[in-house]
């Protein structure tokens, strides 16, 4: 409300230098207007009324007196459009109003004081001391969101002084949450929960309204710190209960609860699946009446609470038939009363039919163990040996049926045909390959050495002989294999003493008295004819027998031509990646080789892929790069010149070009079938049959 709303424009003016009778007169014509005195430059200086004249000349005034000396109050001056709240607090009973710089109106401090008393600070002033009655605390807060009112029981609370709390932004009290917001609403209702140092609050914020306006807002406080205390362990102990129940509902195990009386209290989902029985039937009940109706034969709940210790027993399932084992466990109080009795329930039928799931999952695995070691231990032989020719995979065969039995092996064929190789198989894939596999040469160590080599010698035993002795060979492969090759060089002597080793698996040392077991598996290698040894007398009949238990024999390699083509290769790649070389072989030079009958066998062969990947010029080995001795083999067709060969033969060449150029190109027989438009097996028939080998 303004100044203009309650001035009044009735206002008579006087000089300051008029008398009384003057003022006198003034007052009689204007019987209900005030007086105002101004100077002669139009300042009001104060107001006379007609009490304020009759009171002079009661006192003793003379009539001519000046009446600028008998004013009684002093008289402000203010525009018409301020506020009255802007002048409450000025020193004044009256102001003079302008307009502008016109004079239009007076306002008596008596024409708002009705006003004053519908302000908020009245109302609020007013409410002060009442509301120190209450026990409770109170706060309340103006528009601006400051504390106005706060009553005697809030300021014990906060132990806070009233000067101190009153004009306080309410935010420094109750925090952000506080209703300043909602007061810009114009409206608003707030439950807020606060914190003062260790005490909880909840503020109940309403608002005040008045003349249909809304002029601040209070709120009763109240102390919940024990209510919160009470629901956070409330809050807790829900939580508790909740992963108890979850962890006992998620046990594989049934578990079954009851308490001191032997009432159910709780069953788990694994129970009623292990027994058949349901959480309804029980939960409630006591153990003893459930036995009485018969679902149980017995209860361990009530052998637990009669000897108040830990029980097992086989419980049967009348009502569904089952056979379970079930553990009692009591639960003491402070006292040593028994309050609980928490019972494992478990299926010894499952567990039975899981114990053997699990055994047979064991042999399952312990086979797939051994064909996956086999699988690899395949895979490894083909590539460490080249084994290719229908002769060579039987003789695989028979090694790898040799492997799995521990009897003596006699290996038979021509000088290099691979006889060690074939031992290194069967030692492999036996059940002593991860012992000792000792290999001896009969043929490689002088007759004078061979005995001690074999046996070992005793400390002292000749001129030159080790203090500590010796061990021989046999004792060195020992709980392994020992290979003899060339045995058919051994002297007769020897053989006997060997004879003695493969009968009684025991060995004495040269110049020693006392026989040593000996753990061995005895393999031994020959080029010679032992039979007609044994006929010549040069070889002991009864150690030939007792060393060919299983013989093997390897046929040299002009009986396997179809290998010839791999071991070139296997041969290069070899000895490429012991050079640093990565040389190639032409088709042509590799027919000549195939050809080639090889006294010498794989050892020769080898020996002269190696002698051409030293000796040739460029990185291909060419038929000019052979010996003489092998470039007389070629065919006078084949010696002929491109366009004098036979159809057939230049078909086959033109085939084998082909045919390298899609492998080199595609790498697998399938994608080079796929790229020629023919039939796979097609493909990896004349690869072996040109000894093309595949990349990948």
Not at 332 to 341: K, T
Request: net charge neutral.
């Amino acid at each position: 409300m303004d100044v203009l709303d309650i001035m009044h424009d009735r206002i008579v003016f006087l000089s300051a230098d008029a008398t009384l009778r003057d003022a006198a007169k003034k007052c009689d014509q204007n019987r209900d207007r005030e007086i105002v005195v101004k100077t002669s430059d139009g300042i009001p200086v104060g107001v006379v009324t007609r009490d304020d004249v009759v009171a002079a000349l009661a006192a003793g005034a003379m009539p001519d007196a000046n009446v600028g000396s008998m004013t009684r109050s002093s008289v402000g001056s203010t525009l018409s459009n301020v506020p009255i709240d802007s002048l409450v607090n000025e020193p004044f009973d009256r102001w003079v109003v302008y307009d502008e710089d016109q004079i239009a109106g007076l306002l008596r401090r008596s024409d708002f004081d009705v006003f004053l008393l519908n302000t908020p600070d009245h109302i609020f002033a007013l409410l002060d001391p009442l509301l120190d009655c209450v026990d409770e605390p109170i706060v309340i807060i103006n528009n601006q969101c400051r504390v106005v009112v706060v009553n005697a029981a809030a300021c014990k609370e906060f132990k806070a002084k009233r000067e101190d709390v009153l004009g306080q932004a309410i935010t420094n009290m109750f925090g952000p949450t506080s209703p300043k917001t909602l007061l810009k609403n114009n409206d608003f209702k707030l439950i807020q929960k606060f914190r003062q140092s260790d005490t909880i609050y909840v503020a109940n914020w309403t608002s005040i309204r008045h003349d249909g306006r809304m002029i601040g807002g209070f709120a009763i406080l109240r102390d919940i710190t024990d209510y919160e205390s009470m629901s956070t362990e409330l809050d807790r102990i829900t939580d508790i209960s909740k992963e108890l129940k979850a962890i006992i509902d998620s046990s594989f195990d049934g578990i079954f609860v009851t308490d001191g009386e032997s009432t159910t209290l709780k069953v788990n989902t694994a129970y009623e699946r292990i027994t058949g029985v349901t959480r309804e039937e029980v939960v409630g009940r006591t153990m003893s009446s459930l036995v009485e109706e018969g679902i149980y034969d017995e209860s361990v709940t009530l052998r637990v609470l009669r000897e108040k210790m830990p029980v097992t027993i086989v419980q049967h399932i009348m009502k569904t038939g089952k056979t379970v084992v079930v553990t009692g466990n009591p639960v003491f109080d402070g006292d040593g009363n028994i309050f609980r009795v928490v019972t494992n329930v478990r299926d010894v039928t499952e567990l039975n039919q899981l114990q053997k799931k699990i055994s047979k999952m064991e042999q399952l695995q312990s086979q797939y163990e051994i064909e996956i070691q086999q699988l690899r231990m395949h895979a490894d032989d083909q590539k460490d040996f080249v084994i290719k020719s229908k002769k060579m995979k039987e003789v695989y065969t028979l090694a790898l049926k040799l492997a799995e039995v521990d009897s003596t092996v006699l290996i038979q064929g021509d000088s290099g045909v691979g006889k060690e190789v074939v031992s290194e198989i069967i030692h492999r894939h036996g059940a002593r390959r991860n012992r000792p596999f000792v290999k001896l040469s009969c043929a490689a160590i002088p007759e004078n050495l061979l005995e001690s080599e074999l046996f070992g010698y005793a400390p002292g035993a000749f001129t030159g002989a080790s203090k500590e002795g010796r061990a021989g060979v046999f004792e060195l492969a020992h709980g392994g294999t020992i290979f003899l090759d060339e045995i058919g060089e051994m002297p007769m002597g020897l053989q006997v003493k060997l004879l003695r080793v493969l009968q009684e698996r025991e060995v004495v040392r040269i110049g020693g008295a006392k026989p040593k077991k000996v753990d061995i598996r005895i393999m031994a290698a020959t080029n010679r004819d032992l039979e007609q040894m044994v006929r010549e007398k040069l070889f002991r009949k009864d150690l030939f027998y007792r060393l060919n238990v299983v013989p093997v024999v390897i046929p040299p390699l002009c009986e396997r031509k179809e290998a010839i083509s791999h071991f070139v290769y296997f041969f290069l790649r070899k000895h490429n990646k012991k050079q640093g070389l990565s040389k190639q072989i032409t088709t042509e030079a590799l027919e000549v080789l195939v050809g080639y009958d090889w006294p010498g066998n794989v050892r020769e062969l080898e020996n002269m892929v190696e002698q051409l990947l030293i000796m040739a010029q460029g990185e291909v080995i060419t038929v000019e790069a052979l010996p003489t001795r092998l470039r007389t083999l070629l065919s006078p067709v084949a010696s002929v010149a491109h366009g004098e060969k036979p159809f057939k033969v230049a078909l086959e060449e033109f085939e084998c070009r082909l045919l390298k150029g899609a492998i080199d190109k595609h790498g697998s027989s399938r994608k080079v079938a796929k790229a020629l438009g023919i039939n796979q097996s097609t493909v990896v028939r004349k690869a072996n049959r040109f000894g093309i080998q595949f990349c990948g």
